[in-house]
């Protein structure tokens, strides 16, 4: 079945700086790959997400990029801010058809001012 | 819209005790979906449903049952709770998207 890897487990940075967080996941099938921000105590929520169709998607500060050839896609702030400290999680679709989604363990960001 | 809602909030169960979770949406949404979060360990899904009548296991689906009797609910069983099934269990809806719309969650303890 589908596996998904997220790393760093941990990611402490400076306020203006840039946060990396990468996943690779196992099924070639898997088309669909969304980004969710989970403040302590709150319900998860998507950030961005990205298909299989395109290789980078951009909203503002938060980028998403999808190398489908080696399996992985990874997620970037720049010019973090106080208050994207969070826990972030990768997914990945299981296979085509459904879009139930496989969780990374998530990456526990935190911006420092 | 109220969204994706859960009931109960929270809940403390003895070993044996059996619970339903129940979780609605309003949002007309096909796909409905079980997972639960424990420190370390991310969101794992238990179980989902494509649609009414219809359901299909996750990940971590033993010790659970589910039914999706109508569109807007799904619930979540335990028939003899555990010590391991500790946890932060959020319920999700999407479709016709992908994005999943989540619940705000049912901490559950189990003694």
């Known amino acids: 079945g589908e596996n998904v890897e997220q790393h760093p487990s941990t990611l402490s940075v400076q306020e203006g700086d840039s946060a990396v967080i990468k996943c690779t996941y196992s099924d070639s099938a898997s088309n669909y790959f969304p980004w969710y921000k989970q403040e302590l105590g709150k319900r998860p929520q998507l950030i961005i997400d990205i298909r299989s169709n395109v290789g980078e998607k951009k909203d503002q500060r938060i980028a998403v990029t999808l190398n489908k050839t080696a399996k992985h896609f990874s997620l970037h702030i720049t010019e973090t801010q106080p208050e994207d400290s969070a826990v972030y999680f990768c997914a990945a679709s299981i296979g085509q058809a459904g879009t139930a989604l496989i969780f990374g363990k998530g990456t526990t960001l935190s911006v420092s001012s | 819209n109220a969204g994706v809602t859960q009931t109960p909030k929270f809940r403390v169960l003895k070993t044996g005790q059996s619970m339903t979770l129940l979780c609605a949406q309003d949002m007309n949404h096909e796909y409905m979906y079980w997972y639960r979060q424990d420190p370390g360990m991310g969101l794992r899904l238990i179980h989902y449903?494509?649609?009414?009548?219809?359901?299909a296991k996750g990940e971590v689906p033993d010790g659970y049952n589910v039914s999706r009797l109508k569109k807007q609910n799904f619930l979540l069983g335990l028939e003899s709770a555990a010590p391991s099934q500790t946890s932060v269990y959020f319920c999700a809806s999407s479709y016709p998207t992908y994005e999943q719309y989540f619940g705000p969650g049912t901490r559950l303890t189990v003694t």
């Open positions: 449903s494509v649609g009414e009548g219809t359901t």
